[in-house]
T-cell receptor, first 116, second 116 residues
Framework: SQTIHQWPATLVQPVGSPLSLECTVE??????LYWYRQAAGRGLQLLFY??????ISSEVPQNLSASRPQDRQFILSSKKLLLSDSGFYLC???????????????FGEGSWLTVV | AQKITQTQPGMFVQEKEAVTLDCTYD???????LFWYKQPSSGEMIFLIY??????QNATEGRYSLNFQKARKSANLVISASQLGDSAMYFC?????????????FGSGTKLNVKP
């Protein structure tokens, strides 16, 4: 069966420090991968998605970046964190398929980031 | 324009009663999928139910059913016989076909509180 792992689960980082969140998927090949951010009590904002190695699409211009060095690995990074980067970050994956095929999106456990 | 609109930031329901969570969507694609997810306070995202745009019947999964009104572009979630464990944030989502078929759009969510 497929599983998704995301770490670290929580972190507190000072303003201006770098960030690296990592996500791996097991049990599937060539997944679509996503990074979402959820501010406290708010909806999910799509940050990046990837349909393959080194193929990254950015949804929101900001000081975050994403990389996909391997098929099932997705990394969210920042060189210098801002206070506004605080939030709950979710990695997710889905299989390739038509929009009406019912292929749902599966989420990792999430990472709580507090920038102080 | 918002792809997914959830107009109820918060809802209360008495235990054992039914509740309807509203969701409207905006798309010009004839082929799309609609999803509902539950997010407890722990932060994990749990897939609940799916409805394809070509499905003739409303989807049902246990106590969850999706009231799909295509002409109105609404996909309301109905939870029957509410339980205390249903207290959570609920998100409606859509996956389009065509150029955007890799994206899942989420609404802002509805926080459901089940009262004993």
């Amino acid at each position: 069966s497929q599983t998704i792992h995301q770490w670290p689960a929580t972190l507190v980082q000072p303003v201006g420090s770098p960030l690296s969140l990592e996500c791996t998927v097991e049990g599937t090949s060539n997944p679509n991968l996503y990074w979402y951010r959820q501010a406290a009590g708010r909806g999910l904002q799509l940050l990046f998605y990837s349909i393959g190695i080194d193929q990254i699409s950015s949804e929101v211009p900001q000081n975050l970046s994403a990389s996909r060095p391997q098929d099932r690995q997705f990394i969210l990074s920042s060189k210098k964190l801002l206070l506004s980067d605080s939030g709950f970050y979710l990695c997710a994956w889905t299989t390739y398929g038509t929009a009406y095929s019912g292929n749902t999106i599966y989420f990792g456990e999430g990472s709580w980031l507090t920038v102080v | 324009a918002q792809k997914i609109t959830q107009t109820q930031p918060g809802m209360f329901v008495q235990e054992k009663e039914a509740v309807t969570l509203d969701c409207t969507y905006d798309t010009s694609d004839p082929s799309y999928g609609l999803f509902w997810y539950k997010q407890p306070s722990s932060g994990e995202m749990i897939f609940l139910i799916y409805q394809g745009s070509y499905d003739q019947q409303n989807a049902t999964e246990g106590r969850y059913s999706l009231n799909f009104q295509k002409a109105r572009k609404s996909a309301n979630l109905v939870i029957s016989a509410s339980q205390l464990g249903d207290s959570a944030m609920y998100f409606c989502a859509m996956r389009e076909s065509g150029y955007n078929f890799n994206k899942f759009y989420f609404g802002s969510g509805t926080k459901l509180n089940v009262k004993p």
